[in-house]
């Protein structure tokens, strides 16, 4: 499996971005995609996730109303849009699939990671 993150970049707060995740190397039926965030010092946490199969998602409460994560279930593509970015969303993200599907919200249930990319919101 191999994941790999683009479109991280410096913004100015209020601004958008979006994030996508390519994904190879086996087919994802029935696996959870998720993104997560870590700065300097801190534990990686969670943004959100997406079932493969069924589209659903789930957000950590500073993502909802903001970010949206998808797939393109044909290109084997992740996104994650975020709007309204403001300076704590700051850090460098990453893409991760998890083949149980459980415990979405946890790192350590992702068993796969990508090398990340940097987000930069300035105030």
């Known amino acids: 499996v191999e994941l790999v993150e683009s479109g991280g970049g410096l913004v100015q707060a209020g601004g958008s971005l979006r994030l996508s995740c390519a994904a190879s190397g086996r087919t994802f039926n029935n696996w959870v995609m998720g993104w997560f965030r870590q700065t300097p010092g801190k534990e990686r946490e969670f943004v959100a996730a997406i079932t493969w199969n069924r589209g659903t998602t789930t957000y950590a409460d500073s993502a909802k109303g903001r970010f949206t994560i998808s797939r393109d279930y044909g290109k084997n593509v992740v996104y994650l849009q975020m709007n309204s970015l403001k300076p704590e969303d700051a850090g460098d993200y990453y893409c991760?699939?998890?083949?149980?599907?459980?415990?979405?919200?946890?790192?350590?249930?992702?068993?796969?990671w990508g090398r990340g990319t940097q987000v930069t919101v300035a105030s």
């Open positions: 991760a699939a998890n083949r149980n599907g459980d415990n979405r919200s946890s790192p350590t249930a992702y068993g796969y």
